[in-house]
């Protein structure tokens, strides 16, 4: 394996090529030809070499960086490049992006690595290939078997929890229950924690325009907030909320607040992506295992072209050894 090349104290991270029809590929190896991504693991590619070697072609890339010290390619041979059209939805392609991430995912439960880093996936290429799951959440919760993983992204110096993902915004309001924040507040404190952030303030979102003003539009924040927050006080948990959706974001990215929780998926994504879309990354938390990610999808639009910019997949490296050390 790539960690008996040399010998070195390098954290080894296990990284899944993604859907081999979109830009999953080609964000690798250029994530790869970056001179700080070499120094500082070893990564663990699980995917098809020929899909690899047509990406570097595609970059303008040595096709001699899949074979350096640094890395090393786990040839699932299961989709190779002359099989599918990059760009298009396929099943064949679904099976095998899922196939790269059950072989990653087992590398670190194995403790062969110590982190997992995942290139996007197609989800209707995932339906195609009768995949019974919707994204790599709901993937590695059950190769983990873990109950309800813990979705965190970090950009700068703002980390943002979700307390709820991919539902309905009807859905996603009924979901602001007490007992329902209260756990979520008390697993985003362990997770932090797991990774080594273990003073500061949690805030939550408010969920209506300024957080309700007390009742006056929308009643979510009275019923259910601020009883959950007042509870977490009590058990000595420090948290503050409801904060006002409009303002949170910001006094968490200049060190008022550790993390936000967000109360619905846009309200969380919107903050995130606007702040610094590239640098975006997402953290599943709560696993066994570590598990960093791009968060944009598969870009089919410009998948084979090598345009697509290897900024996300560098910054998801990054953190992924980053908090290695912590699992």
């Keep these: 394996m790539v960690y008996s090349k040399i010998m070195n104290t390098k954290p080894v991270i296990a990284v899944s090529m993604g859907d081999p029809a979109g830009i999953g590929p080609e964000i690798i190896v250029k994530a790869l030809a970056d001179p700080q991504t070499q120094k500082e693991a070893l990564y663990l590619i699980t995917g098809d070499r020929s899909?690899?070697?047509?990406?570097?072609?595609?970059?303008?890339?040595?096709?001699?960086?899949?074979?350096?010290d640094f890395v090393e390619?786990?040839?699932?041979?299961?989709?190779?490049?002359?099989?599918?059209?990059?760009?298009e939805v396929s099943a064949a392609c679904g099976r095998a992006a899922y196939e790269y991430i059950e072989k990653a995912c087992s590398l670190a439960v194995e403790g062969r690595a110590k982190a997992l880093c995942t290139a996007p996936i197609n989800k209707e290429s995932l339906r195609a290939a009768g995949v019974p799951f919707i994204g790599h959440t709901e993937i590695l919760s059950e190769l983990t078997n873990t109950k309800d993983p813990l979705t965190l992204f970090e950009v700068r110096d703002l980390r943002v929890f979700?307390?709820?993902?991919?539902?309905?915004?009807?859905?996603?309001?009924?979901?602001?229950?007490?007992?329902?924040?209260?756990?979520?507040v008390k697993r985003c404190t362990e997770a932090l924690s797991q990774l080594g952030i273990q003073s500061g303030t949690m805030a939550i979102a408010g969920l209506n325009p300024h957080s309700g003003e007390h009742g006056l539009f929308g009643n979510e924040e009275v019923e259910e907030v601020e009883p959950a927050v007042r509870a977490l006080k009590e058990m000595g948990f420090s948290v503050e909320g409801p904060v006002g959706a409009d303002s949170v974001f910001y006094q968490a990215l200049t060190?008022?607040?550790?993390?936000?929780?967000?109360?619905?998926?846009?309200q969380g994504h919107i903050a995130t992506k606007t702040l610094d879309f590239e640098r975006t990354i997402s953290i599943t938390c709560g696993m066994k295992i570590l598990r960093t990610s791009v968060d944009h999808g598969t870009a089919f639009d410009i998948a084979g072209t090598g345009r697509a910019s290897e900024v996300s997949m560098i910054e998801a490296l990054r953190l992924a050894v980053k908090y290695s050390k912590n699992y």
């Design 51 to 68: 899909v690899l070697e047509n990406a570097c072609t595609v970059c303008g890339i040595s096709k001699t960086i899949l074979d350096e």
């Design 73 to 87: 390619i786990i040839n699932m041979k299961n989709c190779p490049v002359n099989s599918f059209t990059m760009g």
């Design 162 to 184: 979700f307390l709820s993902r991919h539902v309905s915004l009807k859905q996603a309001c009924a979901l602001v229950k007490k007992d329902r924040i209260i756990d979520y």
């Design 255 to 266: 060190g008022k607040y550790n993390s936000v929780l967000s109360l619905y998926h846009d």
